[in-house]
């Protein structure tokens, strides 16, 4: 049996389908109210439960051999918080596990994460790591650099395919290895077929590291239309975007972050998903659920 936590997410809800599709017997940690009926209907069993909820914990991992972990409190709010949730719940997820008798342990980290992080949100994912290591499961941890379908989507993706100007924080020519989240599911399910490769850290990124300018010309070369871009210095609050997520934007334009993945994507035989194909399958998508007048 497989838990899998965070699994009414966008990432952890690919990670249960494609482990029902493979024939795996799955339970999926859900709260009341999320939206898991599909997953259900697919075959996976949902028990209610909540990581700041020690007690829930413990009846969901009961007769679990493995777990899989994508939660985190970037899209919550109230008190769901990096504290609550990326520090304190993910402590009491590992110490239900390891109460349980849980032999695997699979926690989908960040790119950075460090106990000794500025960030309280890469801390905590640092801390937990750290947890994680000392726990006396077997684990993997994968620490996936920025998504494709988050960021590119949010600032480009969307206001490009509604003919809206595109607001840049800095130039936008700063270049990371953004991956899809398709990738880093196939790699979890890549780990959980692999047992003998337990104990290991994968960094993983895309094919190439790439700018929000060359997110723009994707975009552009899809429509086939020229997408308008404005700019913003950085630390200048932009209408309509919250203000946290404008200072990240602001914090990307002084770095670049690079990955090599030949040899990774080798060994996992994960061929990595191209920003050409994420857009390409983004604007399909885009196209096929507008309102038809």
Same mark, same amino acid.
């Given at each position: ?98 109460? @349980? ?21 890469? @801390? ?26 988050? !960021? ?7 206001? @490009? ?16 290895? !953004? ?5 880093? @599911? ?108």
């Amino acid at each position: 049996m497989i838990l899998v936590v965070g699994a009414t997410g966008q990432l952890g809800g690919l990670i249960a389908q494609a482990l029902i599709d493979k024939g795996f017997q799955v339970r999926i940690l859900v709260r009341e109210g999320s939206a898991y009926d599909a997953l259900v209907q697919a075959g996976a069993e949902a028990p209610i439960g909540d990581l700041k909820d020690p007690a829930s914990l413990a009846a969901a991992c009961a007769g679990v051999d493995t777990i899989v972990t994508t939660a985190n409190s970037s899209a919550r709010g109230g008190e769901d918080t990096v504290d609550s949730v990326d520090r304190r719940g993910n402590r009491n997820l590992i110490e239900a596990a390891v109460t @349980a008798g849980v032999h695997r342990f699979v926690f989908v980290s960040n790119l950075g994460a460090s106990p000794e992080s500025p960030n309280p949100f890469m @801390a905590a994912k640092g801390e937990t790591e750290r947890l994680l290591r000392n726990s006396g499961m077997s684990w993997t941890i994968l620490q996936p650099n920025l998504f494709m379908d988050k !960021l590119p989507a949010i600032v480009v993706g969307f206001p @490009a395919v509604a003919g809206q100007p595109v607001t840049l924080v800095g130039e936008g020519r700063r270049v990371h290895s !953004l991956v899809a989240m398709q990738d880093v @599911a196939r790699y979890v399910l890549a780990v959980l077929e692999h047992p003998e490769r337990d104990g290991q850290l994968l960094v993983i990124g895309g094919p190439t590291a790439v700018s929000w300018r060359d997110a723009v010309a994707e975009f552009e070369l899809e429509l086939g239309r020229e997408v308008p871009v404005r700019t913003v210095p950085p630390g200048q609050p932009i209408p309509g975007m919250p203000d946290m997520l404008s200072g990240f934007l602001a914090l990307l334009e002084t770095y670049d972050s690079r990955l090599d993945m030949e040899e990774l994507s080798a060994r996992y035989d994960v061929p990595p998903t191209t920003l050409r194909t994420w857009v390409h399958d983004f604007v399909l998508k885009s196209v096929a659920e507008r309102p038809r007048v």
